[in-house]
């Protein structure tokens, strides 16, 4: 669907990224279009599943959630059922926000966060060492985030 968007498609994708509960009314005049239209472009744009959902963006660090670590994760085993038993398993830590398979010296980097060193260092051992097929670790702390990107910036 990426090449189908245009330049008004792309315009309600940028404003909803940053303001999710805008009113259509708002919406529409901010990109330029009237109402029934710029409904249509939106409705459109989430049956298409390029809209995935509305969310509340929480600030983690507020939370006391401060604590991000980086886990490169090596299995002991990559054939399609050991990687889909991982990732089975893996969805239901919460405190792991991101996991993405990668091609390279390892299988999997995750984005883990905790309120520290102690909590992630307890996680490490009970609940990540223990998923299945799980080789080896290795830890990256992050000290502070300099830039996360949102998906209204390659838009």
């Known amino acids: 669907m990426q090449s189908e968007l245009d330049k008004f498609d792309k315009a309600i994708l940028r404003v909803l990224a940053t303001d999710g509960r805008i009113s259509i009314t708002d919406l529409a005049q901010r990109i330029g279009l009237s109402k029934s239209p710029t409904q249509a472009r939106l409705r459109r744009l989430e049956t298409a599943g390029v809209i995935s959902g509305y969310r509340a963006m929480i600030d983690p660090i507020r939370l006391g959630l401060d604590h991000v670590s980086f886990v490169e994760v ?42 520290s060193m102690n909590d992630y260092r307890q996680m490490l051992a009970d609940r990540i060492s223990t998923l299945p097929h799980v080789a080896g ?16 910036d390659v838009l």
């Open 74 to 115: 090596r299995l002991t085993d990559t054939r399609e059922a050991a990687l889909a038993a991982f990732n089975e398993a893996v969805r239901k830590i919460p405190e792991i926000e991101q996991v993405h398979l990668i091609a390279g010296n390892f299988d999997y980097l995750m984005k883990v966060r905790t309120r």
């Open 137 to 152: 670790t290795s830890t990256y702390v992050a000290m502070q985030a300099v830039k996360e990107n949102a998906p209204e």
